[in-house]
């Protein structure tokens, strides 16, 4: 029989350069450099007063990050960002392992939503441009992101006028969930939204693997032939994991 090295994913202490935690390339990396270098965030100074007195705030341009991020995930509470910004590495990256309470991200949202709908707006606009928004990304209920915006080939004001409206419409969605989330009992924790994923991921690959022991015929270069016969008997779930 076959032997491998065990494979541990048990927690550990471990030294984390948390720079290169975002990789050239992600949503997470352009998200980080566009909010520190390329983006006005001087309308947040302003509503700060503590220069000579009160205590040091978060930086709004980390709560911009780990929000941000975090609804690219699917995570729309502040407990839930609370919790990943404590837990997960990319998170933990973004907020410089600053780990800030769920009060302070709920009132956040609460308390600026036009200037963190413009600025997500120009965000996701510009990496959509990139390709770095993924369909499996925020899958958050009545989010609708329009068409990516580099295959728009006429590049007009009017175009991009409107490619921005459909941005920021999705921006204010999900301000609006995490708000109502806000509201309602704590939710669902981690590990049981990944028993639910995992369910569906069961179900789904034993469904794929029933259709690949009926179809033993199946070879590469029928693939293009075979893919549409698959997702019809898997009712497309196939094509729509996530």
């Not at 295959?151 to 490619?163: L, M, N, W």
């Not at 941005?167 to 009992?185: C, F, I, N, S, T």
């Not at 015929?217 to 898997?234: G, T």
Request: a positive charge; proline letters at 4%.
């Amino acid at each position: 029989m076959a032997r491998y090295k065990p494979i541990d994913t048990s927690p550990r202490f471990l030294a984390v350069d948390l720079q290169r935690q975002l990789l050239p390339g992600t949503f997470e990396h352009a998200l980080n450099h566009l909010i520190n270098f390329e983006l006005d965030l001087s309308s947040f100074d302003a509503r700060f007063k503590n220069d000579e007195t009160g205590a040091a705030a978060y930086p709004p341009a980390m709560l911009l990050k780990v929000v941000l991020f975090a609804y690219s995930q699917g995570i729309v509470s502040s407990r839930g960002i609370e919790r990943v910004c404590c837990d997960h590495v990319t998170f933990i990256a973004l907020s410089g392992d600053t780990q800030p309470h769920f009060t302070t991200i709920a009132g956040f949202v609460s308390n600026l939503t036009d200037d963190i709908a413009r600025l997500f707006t120009q965000i996701l606009y510009l990496c959509d441009r990139q390709g770095l928004i993924g369909r499996e990304m925020f899958a958050i209920d009545g989010v609708k992101l329009p068409g990516n915006a580099s295959k728009q080939k006429s590049g007009t004001r009017a175009d991009f006028e409107h490619q921005a409206a459909k941005l920021e419409a999705a921006a204010r969605v999900m301000l609006e969930r995490h708000r109502e989330a806000d509201q309602k009992p704590i939710e669902a924790e981690l590990r049981q939204k990944e028993i639910q994923r995992i369910t569906r991921l069961q179900t789904d690959a034993a469904q794929l693997r029933q259709w690949l022991a009926a179809h033993p015929e199946d070879r590469r270069e029928k693939r293009r032939v075979c893919r549409p016969l698959i997702n019809q008997s898997l009712g497309n779930q196939v094509s729509s994991i996530t």
